[in-house]
Nanobody, 114 residues
């Protein structure tokens, strides 16, 4: 059974940092492009970053230079290091991969507030 489990969210002040993790099970993790998405209240879910099987990373313009996506295939885990956080980064963050279906984790809440 395929499962994605995110962790690492929380409350942080503007300018702070968080590191999100997403651990996958039930898949050959190294074969898949992995992505991080986020959804703020009242907004559509949007792509934050994705990382290829060769660890090439693509970022949304809104997070470029502040966020870093990485993967550890030995641990079946994808990470999102988030620095210089802003209030507008507040959202539920989800990891994702696509096979014959689209798979999502349960999400982890990130709140950036003073």
């Amino acid at each position: 059974q395929v499962q994605l489990v995110e962790s690492g969210g929380g409350l942080v002040q503007p300018g702070g940092s968080l590191r999100l993790s997403c651990t996958a099970s039930g898949i050959s993790f190294s074969y898949y492009v992995m992505g991080w998405y986020r959804q703020a209240p009242g907004n559509q879910r949007e792509l934050v970053a994705y990382i290829s099987t060769e660890s090439l990373a693509i970022y949304a313009d809104s997070v470029k230079g502040r966020f870093t996506i990485s993967r550890d295939n030995a641990k079946n885990t994808v990470y999102l290091q988030m620095n210089s956080l802003k209030p507008e980064d507040t959202a539920v963050y989800y990891c994702n991969f696509n096979a014959r279906s689209s798979y999502w984790g349960q999400g982890t809440q990130v709140t950036v507030s003073s």
